[in-house]
């Protein structure tokens, strides 16, 4: 925990703290409710906030000119980064097995998927699920699910030929896929499909890419390091802030 506060916070602070006085001394229109918005943050509760106050992630482009509106999914990494460690200790504790252990957290990955797929209604606004921790948890779920069925220590890094290039073939395909999920129209985080089952099939496919790059027999690992990556990579917290 003292770790995850020394690498998260500072950074943070220091963005709500320039914001604000940017926003005091030049934008004093975006003044409402700021008090809010930095405690929010600072508790890691501002994606319920925004639900709260009617805050749409996708009004950001018209009349919501607010440079918090991002901040929501920090929000729900830092409730991941407080709650998780409880739950595993829980889950190592009584469940004990590592089969039982994973199927519980592929039930709740899956509950998350569903409970997305439906609460969405067409022509209503989709703030609560967008921003809802529990409809957003299989993101994270699925990484926890890799955690458990994929740990990097026993992977093998002396594969058979056959096994490496299947591998590099399953990841460079889950690449394609991401790339043509992201710019295809039908993934519109405003249409239906990407509430019910799209965010969730990109996620899938991302966790496949992300185990073949973590895994020490493919090639993937070694194609994407190199220092530009490694410098964005470093900094990428940062850069999203």
């Not at 889950?91 to 199927?103: C, D, E, H």
């Not at 499909?193 to 973590?214: D, E, K, N, P, Q």
């Amino acid at each position: 925990y003292i770790r995850r506060i020394k690498k998260l916070y500072p950074q943070m602070i220091t963005l709500l703290w320039g914001c604000s006085a940017y926003i005091l001394l030049f934008q004093q229109n975006l003044l409402a409710k700021l008090n809010q918005i930095v405690v929010t943050n600072l508790l890691n509760v501002y994606n319920f906030w925004q639900i709260k106050n009617g805050q749409s992630y996708f009004e950001r482009f018209a009349a919501n000119e607010s440079p918090f509106v991002h901040l929501w999914t920090m929000s729900i990494e830092g409730q991941f980064y407080i709650i998780w460690p409880l739950i595993i200790f829980l889950l190592v504790k009584f469940a004990k097995n590592k089969k039982t252990i994973f199927w519980i957290i592929t039930a709740l990955t899956l509950f998350s998927a569903l409970e997305m797929a439906f609460l969405f209604k067409p022509g209503v606004d989709t703030s609560r699920i967008y921003y809802g921790t529990d409809t957003r948890f299989f993101s994270l779920g699925l990484g926890a699910m890799l955690a458990v069925f994929w740990p990097t220590w026993k992977l093998n890094a002396n594969l058979e030929k056959r096994s490496h290039w299947l591998l590099n073939i399953v990841g460079a395909i889950s690449l394609v896929a991401i790339l043509l999920m992201a710019t295809s129209p039908i993934f519109n985080p405003q249409k239906a499909f990407a509430y019910r089952g799209g965010m969730f099939l990109f996620s899938l496919v991302t966790m496949i890419f992300v185990g073949i790059i973590a895994h020490p027999g493919s090639s993937w690992n070694e194609w994407l390091t190199n220092p530009v990556f490694k410098w964005i990579g470093s900094r990428s917290y940062g850069i999203y802030l």
